[in-house]
């Protein structure tokens, strides 16, 4: 809520800053538009990738396949705070689970080497 504010202050945008809002459950936005609802399911996405990443032998994000992601998925003590239901709700933006995957997966795999994995 503070970030969203002073980012309306600077003039932000008021589409971004409820769409920051919307993806924090805590503020009780409901989300109505395609960038609110994808940044919610979005967001627990990038975790699960994460932690996917951190347990390959690597530790490369070059080396996860969607598959593996789609397997953690599934693995319900695997990356606890990753909420399934957050990320499936995917299905609200017109995206299977596995074309979300696919294409979080890809844009993470893009910017890796700044994350440091």
Do not use: W
Not at 59 to 70: Q, R, S
Not at 80 to 90: K, N, P, Q
């Amino acid at each position: 809520m503070v970030a969203a504010d002073m980012l309306e202050e600077m003039g932000i945008d008021k589409v971004i800053t409820n769409a920051i809002r919307a993806h924090n459950e805590a503020t009780s936005k409901t989300r109505d538009n395609l960038i609110e609802k994808s940044i919610y399911a979005a967001d627990c996405l990038t975790g699960l990738v994460v932690a996917s990443t951190l347990v390959l032998p690597s530790k490369k994000m070059k080396d996860l396949a969607p598959e593996n992601v789609l397997n953690r998925f599934k693995e319900k003590s695997f990356a606890r705070g990753a909420r399934r239901e957050a990320i499936a709700s995917c299905s609200e933006i017109d995206l299977s689970l596995k074309e979300f995957v696919e294409i979080g997966l890809k844009a993470m795999q893009e910017i890796a080497p700044d994350l440091g994995l």
